[in-house]
Every structure is written in C-alpha cells, then in structure tokens.
C-alpha cells in the first residue's frame, strides 16, 4: 500500500507558476501526476520512472516539469506559464509497473488532489 499526499496547489493569474507537492510513503516504479478538468475526463500530465525518465501531455511539454525528491519521497510537478485551461484538480499517482505513461488511467494508488486555479 502506498501513501500520497498532494500540496500546494492554489489560485494564479495566467502567466504564473505553481508547485505541487506530493509525499509518499514510499516510491514506485512509475510516479506520475494526473489532472481533472471541469467537466473533462482524468488525463495525464507528466510521469517519471524509478529511473528518472520522464514524459509528458503535449498539452504541458515546455511549462511543467516532473521531479522528485529521493531523500525526502516526494514528487513534485513545477507548473510555469499557467494557462486558465490548466484549471482543473490535480492528482498524485503511483504504480508498480511495469508501464509508465501519461496515457494510462488505470494506475494503483491515488492521492485526494489538490486544486489548481488559474484565472484570466
């Protein structure tokens, strides 16, 4: 059983940046980070493997960045240029494996989500 903890989300103007959090009791193979609209189905955004290779949503490719921190069993998503169209809550998943993509919906363990607002 693995434990998330999603923070830091927030209301922004366009143009500004956010970092979500999120702690885990411990890592997986596949950490990724996951979006709901309103009204729009759960989509991937970004996700990175136990071996720190990353890929994300073209919708975000240049402005949000997957991390994490080893040490400390956090993940982390750095959104720049935010956009009113990132609205949405925003979920911290992880899985065993083996596939790791942003394409995949079906992952283990979830967080509760934090929401992210962006105005115009």
């Known amino acids: 059983q693995v434990q998330l903890v999603e923070s830091g989300g927030g209301s922004v103007q366009a143009g500004g940046s956010l970092r979500l959090s999120c702690a885990a009791s411990?890592?997986?193979?596949?950490m990724a980070w996951f979006r709901q609209g309103p009204g729009k189905e759960r989509e991937g955004v970004a996700v990175?493997?136990?071996?720190?290779?990353?890929k994300y949503a073209d919708s975000v490719k240049g402005r949000f960045t997957i991390s994490k921190d080893t040490a400390n069993v956090t993940l982390y998503l750095q959104m720049n240029s935010l956009k009113p169209e990132d609205t949405a809550m925003y979920y911290c998943?992880?899985?065993?494996?083996?596939?790791?993509?942003?394409?995949?919906?079906?992952?283990?363990?979830w967080g509760q989500g934090t929401q992210v607002t962006v105005s115009s």
């Open positions: 998943a992880a899985d065993p494996g083996p596939y790791c993509s942003t394409l995949r919906r079906d992952l283990r363990y």
């Open positions: 990175i493997t136990d071996r720190g290779v990353t």
């Open positions: 411990t890592y997986t193979y596949c």
